[in-house]
């Protein structure tokens, strides 16, 4: 399969740029909010996370996860260090909506023992601090 990265690393001003185009379409800071990372908050920035699409002309939509490569990417993200960032079951946990595409790198330590559990970051990391 190929999977094509559609956003890695960005920098301030870019995710500035990402947030306030989202504010304008979606007529609030708030539900911009549960769509995009304001600027200081995206995992894009710290370089660990990524956008993946299917075809290099599709859009991040929901529908990703019913390709196969977005499921493969569930089945398998877990064995090289990487979690999907936000899924559907944890959007009230996670604070952000349903992103199949969005991975994060954790590392395979952490991966495999999300993967096992079931568990977000959030819940994962609460547990570790602990």
């Keep these: 399969l ?5 956003s890695g690393y960005r920098s301030y ?3 500035a740029a990402i947030f306030d185009r989202k504010i304008k379409n ?25 956008d ?9 939509s929901a529908s990703f996860a019913k390709t196969k490569q977005g499921q493969w990417v ?8 990487f979690i999907i960032r936000y ?7 996670t604070g952000y909506a349903y992103e199949p ?13 999300m993967q ?3 568990q977000c970051l959030e819940e994962y990391l609460g547990e570790v601090q602990q």
Excluded: C
């Design 2 to 6: 190929t999977i094509y990265a559609a």
């Design 13 to 15: 001003s870019t995710q």
């Design 26 to 50: 979606t007529g609030s800071r708030e539900k911009a909010q549960r769509l995009v990372a304001p600027p200081g908050a995206s995992e894009h920035q710290l370089g660990l996370a990524m």
């Design 52 to 60: 993946l699409k299917a075809t290099p002309t599709s859009n991040l």
């Design 74 to 81: 569930a089945e398998n993200a877990h064995r090289f260090g």
């Design 87 to 93: 899924k559907e079951e944890w959007t009230d946990i």
């Design 101 to 113: 595409w969005h991975i994060r790198y954790v590392g395979t330590e952490h991966s495999l023992a």
């Design 116 to 118: 096992q559990s079931g």
